[in-house]
C-alpha cells in the first residue's frame, strides 16, 4: 500500500524568503512522485515529478524537488517566495509496480501563504 | 484549449435527488477518474477508468456509480444524494502510467 503525508497543514512565509513544503511517502514499489499546485476555486496544476530519473527535479514557477529514497522524503523547495505562490500544494504518490492503472495517492495538502 | 472540461460547475442538490456530473477529454487519454476533495483529506479516488470499457472502484464508491460512455467521456452519477455528499469534485484523465494526471476544474456540489 502506499501513502503520503504532509508533514505541515499550513506554512508561512515572507516575500522573497526560502519555501520549503516537507512530503514523506510510503511505497510497496518504486514510486513515482509528484507535486500539485492548487491556486484558489481552480483545479490542480501538475508542478513537477520523479519517474527514476535525477533525484533532483525541477519544476515550473523556479520550484524544485529532491527524491531521498533513504529518508522516503520528497520535499518540495523554492528559493524565493512571490506573492503569486500562495495556494495548496498537495504532494503524490504514484506506485509503479501497481497493476491497475495509473492510481495516485495524495496527500493532505499545505496551504502557503506569502506575506508582504 | 486542449484538456478536461467538467459541468456543471455549480449544484445545489436536495438530499435524495439524483445527478450526473459529466466529463470529457480531448487529449485521447486512455484512463480518466473521478476524486471529491474534502478539507484536510487532499483528494481521494472515488471510481477510474483504466481504460474505455472499464471501470473499477476506488477508494469511496459508495453512493456513486460511473459511466465510460465512450473514450473521451467519463460520467460520475448520484442516485440518491446525502449531506455527506457535499464536496468538489474532480475528474482527471492522464495517458499512461507514471505521467501524472490532467484535471479539470472542478464541480463544487451541496448536499442540503
Known amino acids: 500500500a502506499q501513502s503520503v503525508t504532509q508533514l505541515d497543514s499550513h506554512v508561512s512565509v515572507s516575500e522573497g524568503t526560502p519555501v520549503l513544503l516537507r512530503c514523506n511517502y510510503s511505497s510497496s514499489y518504486s514510486p513515482s512522485l509528484f507535486w500539485y499546485v492548487q491556486h484558489p476555486n481552480k483545479g490542480l496544476q501538475l508542478l513537477l515529478k520523479?519517474?527514476?530519473?535525477?533525484?533532483l527535479v525541477k519544476g515550473i514557477n523556479g520550484f524544485e524537488a529532491e527524491f531521498k529514497k533513504s529518508e522516503t522524503s520528497f520535499h518540495l523547495t523554492k528559493p524565493s517566495a512571490h506573492m503569486s505562490d500562495a495556494a495548496e500544494y498537495f504532494c503524490?504518490?504514484?506506485?509503479?509496480?501497481?497493476?491497475?492503472?495509473?492510481?495516485?495517492?495524495f496527500g493532505g495538502g499545505t496551504r502557503l501563504m506569502v506575506k508582504p | 484549449n486542449a484538456g478536461v472540461t467538467q459541468t456543471p460547475k455549480f449544484q445545489v442538490l436536495k438530499t435524495g435527488q439524483s445527478m450526473t456530473l459529466q466529463c470529457a477529454q480531448d487529449m485521447n487519454h486512455n484512463s480518466m477518474y473521478w476524486y471529491r476533495q474534502d478539507p484536510g483529506m487532499g483528494l481521494r479516488l472515488i471510481y477510474y477508468s483504466a481504460s474505455e470499457g472499464t471501470t473499477d472502484k476506488g477508494e469511496v464508491p459508495n453512493g456513486y456509480n460511473v459511466s465510460r460512455l465512450n473514450k473521451r467521456e467519463f460520467s460520475l452519477r448520484l442516485e440518491s444524494a446525502a449531506p455527506s455528499q457535499t464536496s468538489v469534485y474532480f475528474c482527471?484523465?492522464?495517458?499512461?502510467?507514471?505521467?501524472?494526471?490532467?484535471f479539470g476544474s472542478g464541480t463544487r456540489l451541496t448536499v442540503v
Open positions: 520523479y519517474t527514476s530519473a535525477a533525484t
Open positions: 503524490v504518490v504514484s506506485d509503479r509496480g501497481r497493476n491497475a492503472g495509473n492510481m495516485l495517492t
Open positions: 482527471a484523465s492522464s495517458e499512461r502510467r507514471n505521467y501524472g494526471y490532467t
